[in-house]
């Protein structure tokens, strides 16, 4: 009967040491501010573009010779990369050909310009093929403004870079190029854009073969085309990270409460057979005791066993080792499933159960043979619709020791 009453005290105090357990939890809180991103890697938000249209090239005779008869065809191939939301930086090859008027004859077609009231220049008109790849820093305007929108149906990029043209042919030029220009883009999917890009470039004088005393002649573009944007692409949003949160265990606490009932209904009886005056000996058969359960978090997506849970652990290990040594304690393992596939929660959940049979074995002594490893891979929320209490490795006694 002392015995009986030992036991009580005992658990009493004990048990709820397992009662309170301490749980990394990460609560995250994103930035208000809508400019602030994640930092991305190197390889991140890469993007190649096509597109096609026309260019009007501005040299020494273009009031002799028609506007229409100026146009040319244009194409654009490009890849770059943004750094940020703001930021972004391409090499682009533009070309194709150029037309106009020449009076020295150098890319001359051998076809006459008429002059002004029909009073000849001496002129004819003019076509060479050229190519003008050039490097672009980009700053998309709408994302400095209002701040980075992933779904944003247009963006705004005004654009300056350096370059080098060349003309193709046997009187051909090269020569520095200074570009400008204003990229328009309209989301298609997550992937495409539509692009519209207005650009011009300046060259030296003598690029068209004929020098005409001017400071430098230049080019305007229109084209249209389509951009790809590669994976990963797009930024996250900034965000803070809590961590170290206490959490307690009511299933610890409900164990605990179990086994005080048990052990109260087991006074009375024997109070009640002592009041009925049964002299004979009864011989009291005291249930084995055992540790409550216990429950170890994990932080998501590992193995490893925080601080908090050693000490937890190494206070399980001393009822276990005080109370009766033939009771079985299972360790199982558990994910959360919401997270990882199923090999990956596999792995999780049997890798947990074994650090926690290690610890108890290795750093508090715990005999091999009270203790047997089960894991149930991912599992749905166990306790309070809460993911992070499914990462873990729950202790139960659950037999006795043959």
């Not at 260019?55 to 146009?71: L, N, S």
């Not at 002129?123 to 672009?136: A, E, G, P, S, W």
């Not at 890009?197 to 430098?216: A, S």
């Not at 087991?266 to 216990?294: D, P, S």
Request: glycine letters at 8%; aromatic letters at 10%.
């Amino acid at each position: 009967m002392k015995k009986l009453f030992l036991t009580a005290v005992c658990a009493l105090v004990l048990t709820p040491a397992f009662a309170q357990t301490t749980t990394v939890e990460e609560k995250v809180e994103y930035n208000s501010n809508k400019h602030k991103v994640e930092t991305n890697s190197f390889w991140d938000n890469w993007f190649i573009s096509a597109a096609g249209g026309g260019q009007v090239y501005f040299g020494d005779h273009d009031k002799q010779c028609d506007f229409v008869d100026r146009i040319a065809p244009a194409v654009d191939i490009a890849v770059g990369k943004w750094f940020s939301p703001s930021i972004g930086v391409r090499v682009m090859y533009s070309g194709l050909s150029q037309k106009g008027a020449t009076q020295n004859g150098v890319h001359s077609t051998g076809e006459g310009v008429s002059g002004k009231e029909g009073h000849g220049y001496w002129l004819t008109h003019q076509k060479f093929d050229f190519c003008n790849i050039h490097v672009d820093a980009m700053f998309n305007l709408c994302n400095i403004i209002a701040g980075y929108k992933p779904n944003r149906v247009w963006n705004c990029s005004p654009y300056l870079g350096i370059g080098w043209a060349h003309v193709f042919d046997k009187d051909g030029a090269a020569e520095a190029s200074a570009n400008i220009g204003l990229l328009n883009t309209f989301r298609l999917s997550d992937p495409l854009d539509l692009n519209l890009d207005i650009r011009g470039m300046y060259v030296n004088d003598r690029f068209d073969g004929e020098g005409g005393g001017r400071f430098g002649e230049g080019m305007w573009a229109v084209t249209l085309g389509l951009t790809y944007k590669f994976k990963e692409r797009g930024w996250d949003r900034s965000k803070y990270v809590t961590r170290n949160i206490v959490s307690y265990d009511n299933n610890a606490i409900n164990e605990m409460r179990r086994q005080l009932e048990t052990m109260s209904a087991e006074n009375e009886r024997l109070k009640k057979a002592i009041a009925e005056g049964n002299k004979k000996e009864e011989r009291v058969i005291v249930k084995k005791m055992a540790a409550a359960a216990n429950l170890v978090t994990f932080k998501i997506d590992n193995t490893e066993l925080s601080n908090e849970a050693r000490a937890n652990l190494s206070l399980l290990a001393e009822i276990i080792k005080e109370s009766d040594n033939d009771v079985v304690y299972v360790i199982t393992g558990f994910a959360d499933k919401g997270t990882g596939n199923t090999e990956r929660n596999e792995y999780l959940s049997r890798t947990r159960a074994e650090n926690v049979y290690k610890c108890l074995v290795d750093e508090f002594g715990v005999s091999e043979k009270q203790l047997r490893i089960d894991y149930k891979g991912g599992v749905d929320n166990m306790y309070y619709d809460d993911p992070r209490l499914s990462r873990a490795a729950i202790t139960r006694a659950v037999s006795v020791v043959e």
